[in-house]
């Protein structure tokens, strides 16, 4: 019988997948947890055959959750479940090790193909994706010079190659503009560049955007 976590903040998301996946499996426990948290100590305390997680939630940082993971449970597979299927999250977390990487506007067909592809010990991401990576001649390397930076720098490094302003970024993500422009120090520190434009660059020739 199949053991399976669903980590997600909202208890409607996680209904919705439980309900589909008892539905198509009948006999298979499911368990929750609704931040990084949680979902550490139930996997710290059970064993799971998948982890389907979304990768924006409160209180967690899902990289370093991810780490953590993958250091006490190694083969433990991982699907991340998220409305956030810009290529910069979806490469960064799969290079990572994630074994899939499935947008929440999927159907229940390609959702429950996912799940079973994955527990099948195969990697599954989303058909939008598939072709992006396809394209990507450095997907297979090491990590890109984004890996250096933090889930928020990443998020506001793809604001701004956008051509999103700091005020607008601010607002967006529900922080203060001095809070965005600290990052973006960091972030032009971390890639070694010294304008958005020369980032934009960086993040082209990675296809990051």
């Known amino acids: 019988m199949y053991k399976i976590l669903l980590v997600d903040d909202h208890s409607i998301v996680r209904s919705g997948i439980r309900l589909l996946l008892k539905e ?105 994706l598939l072709e992006k990576i396809q394209e990507d001649h450095h997907f297979d390397k090491e990590l890109d010079p984004f890996g250096a930076l933090s889930n928020r720098e990443l998020e506001i490094a793809y604001h701004l190659v956008k051509g999103k302003s700091v005020s607008h970024i601010a607002d967006t993500l529900n922080i203060h503009t001095s809070t965005v422009g600290t990052h973006k120090a960091r972030i032009f520190g971390k890639l070694k560049v010294d304008n958005v434009l020369v980032m934009k660059d960086l993040a082209t020739y990675y296809r990051l955007i």
């Open 24 to 128: 198509h499996y009948g006999a298979i426990q499911i368990d929750e947890a609704r931040n990084g948290s949680a979902a550490f100590g139930k996997i710290m305390d059970n064993t799971y055959h998948l982890v389907v997680m979304d990768i924006n939630m409160p209180n967690t940082d899902t990289f370093s959750l991810l780490q953590n993971i993958q250091t006490i449970v190694p083969d433990l597979p991982i699907m991340i479940f998220t409305i956030m299927t810009e290529y910069a999250f979806a490469k960064r977390y799969l290079q990572l090790g994630v074994k899939g990487y499935i947008s929440k506007q999927a159907e229940d067909a390609e959702i429950l193909k996912a799940v079973h592809t994955i527990l099948g010990g195969k990697r599954c991401v989303c058909p939008e």
